[in-house]
Protein backbone atom coordinates (compact mmCIF):
# COMPACT_ATOMS: atom_id res chain seq x y z
CA UNK A 1 0.00 0.00 0.00
CA UNK A 2 1.51 3.25 -1.02
CA UNK A 3 2.17 5.46 2.02
CA UNK A 4 3.03 9.33 2.13
CA UNK A 5 3.63 10.29 5.43
CA UNK A 6 4.48 14.74 5.83
CA UNK A 7 6.30 15.97 8.99
CA UNK A 8 7.95 19.22 9.89
CA UNK A 9 4.75 21.16 9.97
CA UNK A 10 4.64 24.26 13.05
CA UNK A 11 3.91 27.88 13.97
CA UNK A 12 6.60 30.14 12.86
CA UNK A 13 7.09 34.09 12.61
CA UNK A 14 6.84 35.82 9.56
CA UNK A 15 10.31 35.80 7.67
CA UNK A 16 10.72 32.73 8.79
CA UNK A 17 11.97 29.49 7.41
CA UNK A 18 10.98 25.69 7.87
CA UNK A 19 11.80 22.42 6.15
CA UNK A 20 8.99 19.93 5.51
CA UNK A 21 9.50 16.31 5.02
CA UNK A 22 7.91 13.63 3.12
CA UNK A 23 8.38 9.82 4.48
CA UNK A 24 7.18 7.51 1.23
CA UNK A 25 6.58 3.91 1.39
CA UNK A 26 5.01 1.18 -0.64
CA UNK A 27 6.13 2.25 -4.44
CA UNK A 28 9.46 2.51 -5.90
CA UNK A 29 10.26 6.37 -4.71
CA UNK A 30 12.86 6.91 -7.27
CA UNK A 31 10.94 5.71 -10.37
CA UNK A 32 8.38 8.74 -9.82
CA UNK A 33 7.77 12.56 -10.26
CA UNK A 34 6.56 13.97 -6.37
CA UNK A 35 4.78 16.97 -5.93
CA UNK A 36 3.96 19.46 -3.27
CA UNK A 37 0.65 21.18 -2.77
CA UNK A 38 -0.72 23.54 -0.10
CA UNK A 39 -4.30 24.35 1.19
CA UNK A 40 -4.71 27.74 2.88
CA UNK A 41 -7.74 27.51 5.85
CA UNK A 42 -11.33 27.60 4.31
CA UNK A 43 -9.66 27.81 0.44
CA UNK A 44 -8.91 25.21 -2.15
CA UNK A 45 -6.05 23.07 -2.85
CA UNK A 46 -2.77 24.98 -4.37
CA UNK A 47 0.19 23.32 -6.36
CA UNK A 48 3.19 24.43 -5.18
CA UNK A 49 5.97 22.76 -6.89
CA UNK A 50 7.03 19.24 -8.24
CA UNK A 51 10.68 16.73 -8.86
CA UNK A 52 11.38 13.96 -11.10
CA UNK A 53 12.40 10.91 -10.06
CA UNK A 54 16.07 11.48 -10.40
CA UNK A 55 15.78 14.66 -8.54
CA UNK A 56 17.23 16.77 -11.48
CA UNK A 57 13.80 18.55 -12.61
CA UNK A 58 12.02 20.85 -10.51
CA UNK A 59 8.90 22.95 -11.15
CA UNK A 60 7.32 25.78 -9.23
CA UNK A 61 4.36 27.21 -8.96
CA UNK A 62 4.87 31.08 -10.68
CA UNK A 63 4.06 32.77 -7.14
CA UNK A 64 6.00 30.78 -5.23
CA UNK A 65 9.59 30.84 -7.13
CA UNK A 66 12.60 31.89 -5.38
CA UNK A 67 10.91 31.41 -1.84
CA UNK A 68 10.76 27.62 -1.68
CA UNK A 69 12.60 24.87 -2.90
CA UNK A 70 11.99 21.10 -3.26
CA UNK A 71 14.20 17.93 -3.20
CA UNK A 72 14.58 14.82 -2.47
CA UNK A 73 16.78 11.67 -0.91
CA UNK A 74 15.81 8.44 -2.88
CA UNK A 75 18.63 6.65 -0.49
CA UNK A 76 16.14 7.74 2.22
CA UNK A 77 12.58 7.85 0.43
CA UNK A 78 11.97 11.09 1.70
CA UNK A 79 10.66 14.40 -0.43
CA UNK A 80 11.31 18.13 1.72
CA UNK A 81 10.00 21.56 1.00
CA UNK A 82 12.09 23.85 2.14
CA UNK A 83 9.88 27.15 2.76
CA UNK A 84 11.73 30.85 3.03
CA UNK A 85 10.79 34.30 4.06
CA UNK A 86 7.45 32.76 5.24
CA UNK A 87 4.46 35.27 5.27
CA UNK A 88 1.29 34.90 7.02
CA UNK A 89 -0.44 33.69 3.34
CA UNK A 90 1.65 30.57 3.50
CA UNK A 91 -0.40 29.55 6.03
CA UNK A 92 -1.71 26.50 4.66
CA UNK A 93 -1.67 22.46 5.11
CA UNK A 94 1.41 20.96 2.93
CA UNK A 95 0.11 17.68 1.23
CA UNK A 96 2.90 15.63 -0.30
CA UNK A 97 1.46 13.61 -3.50
CA UNK A 98 2.87 10.87 -5.62
CA UNK A 99 2.27 11.32 -9.37
CA UNK A 100 0.40 8.92 -11.62
CA UNK A 101 3.17 8.60 -14.41
CA UNK A 102 2.24 9.67 -17.62
CA UNK A 103 -1.06 11.08 -16.91
CA UNK A 104 -0.31 14.87 -15.73
CA UNK A 105 -2.03 14.63 -12.64
CA UNK A 106 -1.97 13.51 -8.82
CA UNK A 107 -2.34 10.26 -7.77
CA UNK A 108 -2.16 9.61 -3.74
CA UNK A 109 -1.97 12.16 -1.14
CA UNK A 110 -0.01 12.38 1.89
CA UNK A 111 -2.46 13.67 5.61
CA UNK A 112 -0.63 16.61 5.33
CA UNK A 113 1.20 19.15 7.93
CA UNK A 114 0.03 22.24 9.29
CA UNK A 115 1.84 25.54 8.76
CA UNK A 116 0.87 28.47 10.68
CA UNK A 117 2.94 31.83 9.77
CA UNK A 118 2.04 34.38 12.63
CA UNK A 119 3.78 36.20 15.22
CA UNK B 1 -2.27 33.86 -15.27
CA UNK B 2 -4.47 30.93 -15.90
CA UNK B 3 -7.82 30.69 -14.40
CA UNK B 4 -9.30 27.48 -13.77
CA UNK B 5 -13.40 28.09 -13.25
CA UNK B 6 -15.63 25.53 -11.54
CA UNK B 7 -19.45 26.43 -10.66
CA UNK B 8 -19.16 27.46 -7.00
CA UNK B 9 -22.02 25.30 -5.77
CA UNK B 10 -24.21 22.71 -6.82
CA UNK B 11 -27.10 20.92 -5.53
CA UNK B 12 -28.83 17.11 -6.28
CA UNK B 13 -31.33 15.25 -5.70
CA UNK B 14 -30.51 11.65 -3.87
CA UNK B 15 -30.54 9.98 -6.95
CA UNK B 16 -30.42 12.42 -9.80
CA UNK B 17 -27.75 13.42 -12.25
CA UNK B 18 -25.71 16.17 -12.13
CA UNK B 19 -22.74 17.38 -14.37
CA UNK B 20 -19.51 19.84 -12.31
CA UNK B 21 -17.09 21.66 -14.95
CA UNK B 22 -14.16 23.01 -15.11
CA UNK B 23 -13.22 25.68 -17.65
CA UNK B 24 -10.65 28.00 -18.67
CA UNK B 25 -10.29 31.77 -18.16
CA UNK B 26 -9.25 31.97 -22.06
CA UNK B 27 -9.58 29.29 -24.41
CA UNK B 28 -11.07 25.87 -24.26
CA UNK B 29 -9.60 22.62 -21.82
CA UNK B 30 -9.43 19.67 -24.19
CA UNK B 31 -7.60 16.63 -23.61
CA UNK B 32 -4.49 17.87 -24.00
CA UNK B 33 -5.53 19.99 -20.74
CA UNK B 34 -5.14 16.26 -19.09
CA UNK B 35 -8.28 17.06 -16.88
CA UNK B 36 -8.20 15.09 -13.52
CA UNK B 37 -10.66 15.44 -10.37
CA UNK B 38 -10.50 15.23 -6.66
CA UNK B 39 -12.94 14.95 -4.20
CA UNK B 40 -12.69 16.22 -0.61
CA UNK B 41 -14.60 15.86 2.79
CA UNK B 42 -13.87 18.43 5.30
CA UNK B 43 -10.64 17.61 7.54
CA UNK B 44 -9.57 15.20 4.83
CA UNK B 45 -7.00 14.88 2.18
CA UNK B 46 -8.34 15.50 -1.31
CA UNK B 47 -8.80 11.93 -2.72
CA UNK B 48 -8.06 11.75 -7.02
CA UNK B 49 -11.67 10.36 -8.59
CA UNK B 50 -10.15 10.95 -12.23
CA UNK B 51 -7.48 11.22 -14.60
CA UNK B 52 -6.51 11.64 -18.45
CA UNK B 53 -10.62 13.37 -18.88
CA UNK B 54 -12.21 10.72 -18.04
CA UNK B 55 -10.36 7.36 -15.94
CA UNK B 56 -11.71 6.69 -13.14
CA UNK B 57 -9.01 5.86 -10.08
CA UNK B 58 -9.23 2.37 -8.60
CA UNK B 59 -12.14 2.40 -6.27
CA UNK B 60 -14.16 4.81 -7.44
CA UNK B 61 -17.46 4.05 -8.68
CA UNK B 62 -19.09 3.85 -12.19
CA UNK B 63 -21.54 6.68 -10.99
CA UNK B 64 -19.02 9.05 -12.08
CA UNK B 65 -17.67 9.86 -15.67
CA UNK B 66 -15.80 12.44 -17.10
CA UNK B 67 -15.98 13.65 -20.35
CA UNK B 68 -15.10 17.44 -22.51
CA UNK B 69 -18.29 19.06 -22.99
CA UNK B 70 -18.42 22.39 -24.88
CA UNK B 71 -14.59 23.03 -24.37
CA UNK B 72 -15.29 22.49 -21.12
CA UNK B 73 -14.09 19.15 -18.44
CA UNK B 74 -17.42 18.18 -17.26
CA UNK B 75 -17.68 15.39 -14.45
CA UNK B 76 -21.14 13.70 -14.42
CA UNK B 77 -22.38 11.89 -11.03
CA UNK B 78 -25.37 9.34 -11.96
CA UNK B 79 -27.42 8.12 -9.60
CA UNK B 80 -26.20 10.97 -6.54
CA UNK B 81 -25.70 9.39 -3.41
CA UNK B 82 -25.63 11.18 0.49
CA UNK B 83 -21.78 10.85 0.50
CA UNK B 84 -21.02 12.36 -2.36
CA UNK B 85 -21.98 16.00 -0.84
CA UNK B 86 -18.48 17.30 -0.90
CA UNK B 87 -16.20 19.61 -2.49
CA UNK B 88 -14.98 18.61 -5.82
CA UNK B 89 -11.72 20.31 -7.69
CA UNK B 90 -10.66 20.13 -11.29
CA UNK B 91 -7.07 20.59 -12.59
CA UNK B 92 -5.25 21.26 -15.26
CA UNK B 93 -2.37 21.01 -16.64
CA UNK B 94 -1.07 24.21 -18.76
CA UNK B 95 2.26 23.46 -19.89
CA UNK B 96 4.85 24.92 -17.10
CA UNK B 97 2.69 23.38 -14.43
CA UNK B 98 -0.83 22.57 -13.02
CA UNK B 99 -3.59 24.95 -11.74
CA UNK B 100 -6.48 23.84 -9.26
CA UNK B 101 -9.81 25.46 -10.22
CA UNK B 102 -12.17 27.05 -7.17
CA UNK B 103 -13.80 24.08 -6.49
CA UNK B 104 -17.49 23.17 -6.42
CA UNK B 105 -19.36 22.57 -3.19
CA UNK B 106 -22.10 19.44 -4.16
CA UNK B 107 -25.23 19.59 -1.92
CA UNK B 108 -27.43 16.41 -2.16
CA UNK B 109 -30.74 16.72 -0.91
Known amino acids: EVQLVESGGALVQPGGSLRLSCSASGFTFNNYFMHWVRQAPGKGPEYIST????????LYADSLKGRFTVFRDNSKNTLFLQLNSLRAEDTAIYYCVKDRSGTWSFDVWGQGTLVTVSP | QTVVTQEPSFSVSPGGTVTLTCGLSSGSVSTTSHPSWYQQTPGQAPRTLMHSTNIRSSGVPDRFSGSILGGKAALTITGAQADDECDYYC?????????FGGGTKLTVL
Open chain 2, 91 to 99: VLFVGSGWV
Open chain 1, 51 to 58: ISGNGDTT
